[in-house]
Structure formats: C-alpha cells, structure tokens
C-alpha cells in the first residue's frame, strides 16, 4: 500500500512562531487531507487538498501532487494550537485513507 | 462541515467482553468505514462497508470483529471477547463530500478493556 511519512516527528514551538509541517507520499493519489488531534482525542479535519493551495485563517497547506508531499504551515502559533497533526492520503487505486505518524506539536506560553 | 455522531464516546469493558460501538452520519451514505487508533500510535484502517456489504478489510479486523448496518442508518461494529490490547480510540468515516471535504471523521469511541 502507499508509504505516508511525516516529519519532524516533534516539534516545539514558543507562541507565536511559525512552523511548517511536512507529508510525503509514495504513489498518486486522489485525495489528501490534513488533520488536528485535540486533546479530546477528535479528528478534526483541517484541509482537504489533494493538489494546490489552500488558507484558513493562521493555517494554511500546499500539496505538490506531481513532486508527491504536502506541507502545513502554522502561522503566529497559539497554545490551542498544541496536539497531533496527521497528514491521510488516499492513492488512486485505492478506496481509503492511509495515515502518516503524525506530528506532535507543542505550543508554550 | 457534515457532522458524524458516535456512540458511547468512552466505554470500559471487562475483557471477555463483547462491545458495539455506534455510529450514524448525517446522510444516508453506502460507504462506511471503521479506523482504529491505539494511544500514541497513528490511525489504522479496519473495514470498509459498501452498500451493506464489506468491500475491504485490514489483517487486523480478524473473527473477533464485525460490522453490520441494523436499521439503514446506524452502523455498527461489534467487537467480541475483548482483549486489552483492543483499547484503542475507534473512529467512523463516511466519504460525506469528497469533492469538498474528503472523509469525515466522527469523535471517536475510545474503549477501555480492563
């Protein structure tokens, strides 16, 4: 199946830095998303973007489908943005979503 | 965004047990999945359920596992003789909108087996 691989796997960061997270991927796909895990353990989905740029609010993510990886940029990071960030691609030949290991972000005041 | 509701949202088990966990959509998707998250590890794929039937599942979702869609709108997984390595975070997925919004996610189920 395809090979999804995140780094850093950690990442420290002081309020309001900017950071970029990193997704690559080992086949096409159809589909890429970016998640947050909360603390409450939820999935929330942050983008869905299987090529192209897109922004929402201090958040923003690029995916270069041809080069295969994706990139997450956090900017002026707050506390709440602290939690796992998960990058899940679907390939083309296949029906579901393959996650990477996340990245542990940790914000501090 | 769509919401998907799960059912409990924490449940504690003896092991032996037997657990269903719970989920409905928002819509009357035919396209269902299963994710099993383990503490600290990443999300796993369990099952995919299409259209009443399963259309894929993963090495782990061995005899000691099913799905089912009892009344066409709730599905179900029912885990049987619960082990304490079944504690995990289990979470339901419906392809709501993938042209917009890819999978969505429901809040999870996390199981405790004691």
């Known amino acids: 199946g395809i090979q999804v691989e995140q780094s850093p796997p950690d990442l420290i960061l002081q309020e309001g830095a900017n950071s970029t997270l990193r997704c690559n991927f080992s086949?096409?796909?159809?589909?890429l998303q970016w998640f947050h895990q909360n603390p409450w353990g939820q999935l929330i989905n942050l983008f869905y973007?299987?090529?192209g740029t897109k922004q929402n609010g201090r958040l923003s993510a690029t995916t270069v489908a041809t080069e295969r990886y994706s990139l997450l940029y956090i900017s002026s990071s707050q506390t709440t943005d602290s939690g796992v960030y998960f990058c899940?691609?679907?390939?083309?030949?296949?029906?579901?979503?393959?996650f990477g290991a996340g990245t542990t972000v940790t914000v501090r005041a | 965004e769509p919401e998907v509701t799960q059912t409990p949202s924490h449940q504690v088990t003896q092991m032996g047990q037997e657990v269903i966990l719970r989920c409905v959509p928002i819509?009357?998707?035919?396209?269902f999945y299963w994710y099993r998250q383990i503490l600290g590890q990443k999300v796993e794929f369990l099952v995919s359920?299409?259209?009443?039937?399963?259309?894929?599942k993963s090495e782990i979702f061995d005899d000691q596992f099913s799905v089912e869609r009892p009344d066409g709108s709730n599905f179900t997984l029912k885990i049987r003789s619960t082990k304490l390595e079944d504690s995990a975070m289990y979470f339901c997925?419906?392809?709501?909108?993938?042209?917009?919004?890819?999978?969505?996610f429901g809040s999870g189920t996390r199981l405790t087996v004691v």
């Open positions: 899940a691609v679907e390939s083309t030949n296949d029906y579901k979503l393959s």
């Open positions: 086949d096409s796909v159809n589909n």
């Open positions: 973007i299987p090529s």
């Open positions: 819509s009357n998707h035919l396209y």
């Open positions: 359920f299409y259209n009443n039937e399963i259309s894929e």
């Open positions: 997925a419906t392809p709501q909108d993938l042209a917009s919004y890819g999978y969505t």
